[in-house]
């Protein structure tokens, strides 16, 4: 455990420390060949490495809130402050650990024997899940899609939850809209139904799509992925009236926030 309370800002360096960490261990692994005999240990401990980073990562991304839309908020303070502590410590473990690796390779220092915490596992999909937290692949999956927009929709949800499991689709099934979210879904539906159709029929599939691997998901939940429910930004100052962007105007409109501040 790291002897003072974790902060964003300080998990927040050690992030950055671990991602050099691994980086120089890196660099000092590919310096030796596949046959020799550092390589293969060396590898795998960095295999492991990359586990506990993805974990760390993905608690860290859970308390700052960059996997909304992936996975939920802590439910409280408490658990949040925890899983934000408990990111810190897994940093520093990834950090030490490629530094040994490191020094394996450059110095000859023995590497230590490292007892993986955790199970690695498929819940049946193609993407492995580390401690419950899913790991990026090495080769990126692909979906394959034909048919109507409808087919290709539905085709495609079905894909990726085969691929991923549930958490890319599972927090967008739960979503609940106000009255004004459904004003403005609807605002965009008719922008779309006038210049993209083809992306409401690709929404109705994905929400059939989705639904069929058990996910739950209306056509507005769907719909809502590629909307958002916010109206669209505006700047009218830098756009002419045709709606095309205007170079004098925000040149102008530049020099005028310069010249008041």
Do not use: C
Request: aromatic share 10%; glycine share 6%; net charge negative.
């Amino acid at each position: 455990m790291t002897s003072q309370a974790a902060t964003r800002a300080s998990v927040q360096d050690q992030l950055d420390r671990a991602h050099y960490a691994i980086h120089f261990a890196n660099r000092a692994l590919v310096k030796n060949d596949w046959s020799e005999p550092a390589y293969a240990p060396a590898r795998t401990a960095l295999d492991e490495v990359m586990l506990i980073l993805s974990k760390a990562k993905w608690l860290f991304g859970r308390v700052t809130g960059s996997l909304a839309g992936y996975a939920d908020p802590f439910e409280s303070l408490a658990a949040e402050a925890a899983a934000l502590q408990e990111a810190s410590d897994l940093f520093e473990q990834v950090i030490a650990r490629a530094k040994e690796v490191q020094a394996f390779l450059e110095d000859e220092q023995p590497l230590q024997p490292f007892a993986l915490p955790g199970a690695i596992e498929t819940r049946g999909t193609e993407t492995l899940f580390y401690d419950g937290v899913p790991i990026v692949p090495s080769i990126n999956p692909v979906v394959v899609l034909k048919g109507s927009n409808h087919d290709m929709g539905r085709q495609y949800a079905e894909q990726v939850l085969d691929v991923y499991g549930p958490f890319i689709f599972d927090w967008h099934g739960r979503r609940q809209f106000s009255d004004d979210d459904f004003a403005e879904l609807r605002s965009w539906e008719a922008q779309l139904r006038e210049h993209m159709p083809e992306i409401l029929d690709f929404a109705r599939g994905w929400a059939d799509g989705a639904t069929r691997r058990g996910v739950p998901m209306t056509y507005d939940q769907a719909l809502a992925i590629w909307t958002g429910v916010n109206p669209p930004a505006r700047a009218e100052e830098l756009m002419e009236d045709a709606g095309l962007f205007n170079a004098e105007k925000s040149a102008a409109a530049l020099l005028l926030i310069s010249t008041e501040s």
